[in-house]
């Protein structure tokens, strides 16, 4: 058995406890600006979302020889970094002769560290698109896997060669990077490289390749 503290202590305590508490929340507020200090300054970074708009020049292999290819891609950006959008691009060289490219599909991308100067994105393209190849012949070109080869060998000896085309849709496929330069807040300029894949029919060449991007972004 323990007899109880006379009433003199008891208040000597509570006197100590209340004047440790309010030390301690003395040293507390004294101590937030000197670790506010040490974090670095606070920084207000704004979260956008709007429209963007990127006229480019693609530069991709087709055919044996460079050709390029103009179009562009718009569409929606969340929280500055998700596109969503389309785009669609297709040959400028349009002589007789040669290859014709076209193709288009849904766009989307991701931009990495979109406040900085400099910056990193990445976008890919999944759509539809159509070859034509020049060739002469003269009567119905063959059935069969070998169309391609078969209508490009085929003439009409009485009239001679009769020119024209033959046509394919594809399904095509293009990721690709970029790295993009901050001009204003609203204008970048963006320089990349990717990758179309195709699917590709027996018989027919390939309309696979590499490309090389310039592009101008809007946004809005």
């Given at each position: 058995?323990?007899?109880?503290?006379?009433?003199?202590?008891?208040?000597?305590?509570?006197?100590?406890?209340?004047?440790?508490?309010?030390?301690?929340?003395?040293?507390?507020?004294?101590?937030?600006?000197?670790?506010?200090?040490?974090?670095?300054?606070?920084?207000?970074?704004?979260?956008?979302?709007?429209f963007?708009?990127?006229?480019?020049?693609?530069?991709?292999?087709?055919?044996?020889?460079?050709?390029?290819?103009?179009?562009?891609?718009?569409?929606?950006?969340?929280?500055?970094?998700?596109?969503?959008?389309?785009?669609?691009?297709?040959?400028?060289?349009?002589?007789?002769?040669?290859?014709?490219?076209?193709?288009?599909g849904?766009?989307?991308?991701?931009?990495?560290?979109?406040?900085q100067?400099?910056?990193?994105?990445?976008?890919?393209?999944?759509?539809?698109?159509?070859?034509?190849?020049?060739?002469?012949?003269?009567i119905?070109?063959?059935?069969?896997?070998?169309?391609?080869l078969?209508?490009?060998?085929?003439?009409?000896?009485?009239?001679?060669?009769?020119?024209?085309?033959?046509?394919?849709?594809?399904?095509?496929?293009?990721?690709?990077?970029?790295?993009?330069?901050?001009?204003?807040?609203?204008?970048?300029?963006?320089?990349?490289?990717?990758?179309?894949?195709?699917?590709?029919?027996?018989?027919?060449?390939?309309?696979?390749?590499?490309?090389?991007?310039?592009?101008?972004?809007?946004?809005?």
């Amino acid at each position: 058995w323990c007899p109880a503290p006379p009433p003199r202590l008891r208040r000597a305590r509570r006197s100590a406890c209340v004047g440790g508490l309010a030390g301690l929340l003395l040293l507390l507020c004294l101590s937030a600006p000197a670790r506010a200090q040490n974090a670095g300054p606070l920084v207000f970074q704004p979260v956008e979302n709007g429209f963007v708009l990127a006229p480019e020049i693609k530069v991709t292999r087709l055919d044996g020889k460079a050709t390029p290819l103009a179009g562009g891609y718009g569409g929606w950006i969340k929280d500055s970094h998700l596109l969503i959008g389309g785009g669609g691009y297709w040959s400028t060289d349009r002589k007789r002769d040669s290859r014709n490219l076209a193709y288009g599909g849904l766009v989307v991308g991701w931009f990495f560290n979109p406040d900085q100067k400099i910056s990193v994105g990445a976008k890919g393209l999944l759509g539809l698109g159509e070859v034509s190849d020049a060739v002469t012949f003269g009567i119905p070109y063959c059935e069969g896997p070998k169309e391609y080869l078969c209508a490009a060998q085929m003439y009409d000896s009485r009239r001679g060669p009769t020119f024209g085309r033959l046509r394919r849709e594809i399904l095509v496929a293009e990721p690709e990077l970029n790295v993009l330069a901050k001009l204003t807040p609203r204008l970048r300029v963006s320089a990349g490289a990717g990758y179309r894949a195709t699917s590709d029919r027996r018989g027919w060449p390939s309309a696979k390749g590499a490309t090389g991007t310039v592009s101008v972004q809007f946004s809005f």
